[in-house]
């Protein structure tokens, strides 16, 4: 089968390999569609761990198409999503419940072969049903949208609350349709790309704006900015230095804010710790997608969120490796991989 592989950091390629050979408790999966994801782009780049050779890809939903003896609850020809993390169960985290911080983590696509392929070996305890009528290129998104779900989660949004969400790529338009969908009467998205922040309020932002504007943290928080005085959630989307920086200007004394974007390994960024304290400020990281990943299958399931407009264009295996070494173009917000299997 075909299978793009990351060989080493900066060497990415398709490559013909073996089918994989499925354990007792795995399923076969013929995948329909799998996200590019910054994370791959970071994983390119040596920034962000991982152990090639490996096939990356960790958005990923398919079709059954062999089982294991042990598996249960599944049949030849479901479409399903998987759960590319797995926590060992064993340690003090997971006994805590706290599974995305396992001290064994092992994710599927960073550790082991992910979605990038005709083909992959899942798991069957990772696994969630989707209905056979869903577009096969929507459950690709129930992984980022797990993964805002917990930041939504930490991020405690109540009706009424003010919102800035700071990023308007995927994970920043799914977390706007989240704020909405949780009460937020202001949700305000900053991005510098005009056709994001258009596609923004067709989502649900109250207001956009670009962070390139003058007096950015002003004409937010100021007198007669789009939420005096700051709001009452900021969630960081973008994972870079400016947005993580800007974050923590924008909340209100007594405010939260939630880092949810991925930065490179070994980014730094600065604030000022004595203006944490006297705001008695709440940051929160906010790292995978620790039992969400049904709620965010059923809600992709209940047509809750609108998927279709964030897909920029769909590619075949022949093209995923140039996508992935290289960067997002200008407006693109998410780009699925569509194998098409021999």
């Known amino acids: 089968m075909k299978a793009v592989r ?21 399923l076969l999966l013929r995948i329909e569609a799998c996200g590019v994801c910054g994370t791959d782009r970071h994983l390119f780049h040596g920034e962000f761990p991982c152990t090639p050779p490996v096939t990356p890809g960790h958005e990923f939903s ?29 340690c003090a985290h ?13 994710a599927i696509g960073i550790h082991r072969d992910g979605g990038f392929a005709e083909y992959l070996a899942l798991p069957w305890k990772q696994a969630f049903l989707l209905p056979t009528d ?17 930041g939504i989660d930490l991020a405690q949004i109540r009706p009424g609350s003010t919102v800035a969400v700071l990023g308007g790529g995927v994970i920043g338009l799914l977390t706007v ?74 909340a209100r004394a007594g405010g939260t804010v939630v880092i949810i974007g991925v930065t490179p390994q070994g980014l ?31 809600l992709i399931a209940s047509g809750a969120i609108e998927i279709d407009r964030l897909i920029s264009r769909q590619v075949t295996l022949e093209d995923a490796a140039a996508v992935i070494a290289n960067p997002p173009a200008p407006g693109e917000v998410k780009v699925l991989v569509v194998p098409s299997p021999r």
Do not use: W
Not at 66 to 85: K, L
């Open 6 to 26: 990351l060989e080493a950091v900066g060497s990415i390629a398709l490559r013909e390999v073996d089918r994989p050979i499925i354990g007792p408790d795995d």
């Open 62 to 90: 398919g079709i059954v198409e062999a089982m294991g003896a042990s598996v249960s609850g599944f049949a030849i020809g479901d479409r399903v999503t998987g759960d590319p993390n797995i926590a060992c169960g064993r």
């Open 94 to 106: 997971c006994h805590a419940g706290r599974v995305n911080l396992c001290s064994n983590l092992r």
């Open 134 to 150: 869903l577009k096969p290129t929507h459950g690709a998104f129930c992984e980022p949208l797990g993964c805002c779900l917990h």
């Open 177 to 250: 349709q989240l704020a909405r969908l949780a009460g937020a009467t202001t949700i305000i998205l900053s991005t510098r790309q005009a056709s994001r922040r258009a596609l923004a309020e067709e989502l649900g932002a109250t207001a956009t704006i670009d962070p390139g504007t003058a007096n950015f943290i002003d004409a937010v928080t100021g007198p007669s900015g789009l939420a005096p005085g700051g709001v009452d959630v900021v969630l960081e989307c973008a994972g870079v230095r400016e947005t993580v920086e800007q974050s923590m200007r924008l």
């Open 268 to 298: 730094k960024a600065e604030f000022e710790p004595f203006d944490l304290l006297f705001r008695e400020l709440k940051v929160l990281g906010s790292f995978l997608n620790p039992f969400t990943h049904r709620r965010a299958a059923e």
